[in-house]
């Protein structure tokens, strides 16, 4: 079966950095179509070029967050959610595919899988082959989240009973976008499930998963949820105290190198 996954990606000093690191674990990846979307107005040169050379199957979308929904210089990263629009954008685009394939192409997409990657977590390859084999909704555990050494499902006689996390651990689905996995077929006949921009803090992927399984549904994987093959990695925003000092002089690094 074919993997799906949503990126969405944004400008910012790191970015270029963030998806050279993301694609080269793809491309070790059989059988991935990368769905990149740019929280932008337009497509980027940067991210257009960047696609064109990774040697990715890839879709290039791009759907800008209005302004009341982001998250302003200064604001608790918990106001508001990220990436909640992008992600919608790349379902629409996956709905709009899956209405105009038939045949074989259409018998492919039944058995085909939708993941959530965030630009700058790191991903093991192992976790692809977790997922690859999902019927409703995989799930597995995620490091380095939450304020946790990792949070994961529980799982009790094959099945998740609970979850392992230290924080409201009873909101419906107590999971980082980076620990579950949805069936194709699922998204494509549930066309009204969508990440809602306006969720509290914690309840994004609730407010999507909400629409296609119950808790009782749900496949752990990664040996019982007892690995972690993914991790909540965050990266550092450059320091350019030298940078703005060397432009104040007008001897600032050369705007026509891309970095
Ligand atoms: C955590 C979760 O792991 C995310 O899946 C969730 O979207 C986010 O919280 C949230 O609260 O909304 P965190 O590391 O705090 O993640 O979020 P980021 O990695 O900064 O952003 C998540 C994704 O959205 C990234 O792929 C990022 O490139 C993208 N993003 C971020 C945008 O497209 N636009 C933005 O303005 C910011
Ligand atoms: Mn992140």
Redesign the pocket.
Known sequence: PRIYVI????ARLVQKA?LTRLSHTFLHVPQLHWIV???APQQTQLVSDFLSASGLTYTHLNKL?PKER??QEGDP??L?????E?RNEGLRWLRWMGSTVHGKEAAALEEAVVY?A????TYSLQLFEEMRYTYRVSVWPVGL?GGMKFERPVVEDGKVVRFHTGWRPNRPFPI???GFAVSLRLVLTNKEALFDGDAQ?GF??SSFLQHLVTMDDLEPKADLCTKVLVW?T?TEKPKMKREEALLKQGMGSDPDVEV
Do not use: C, I, S
């Not at 508001?80 to 909640?84: C, E, M, Q, T």
């Open positions: 990126t969405p990606t944004y963030e979307v740019e929280d967050t982001k998250l990263n918990w508001k959610p990220r990436g909640a992008q959530f965030d630009d700058d977590n989240v980082d976008m980076a803090m994004l992927e909540h965050r």
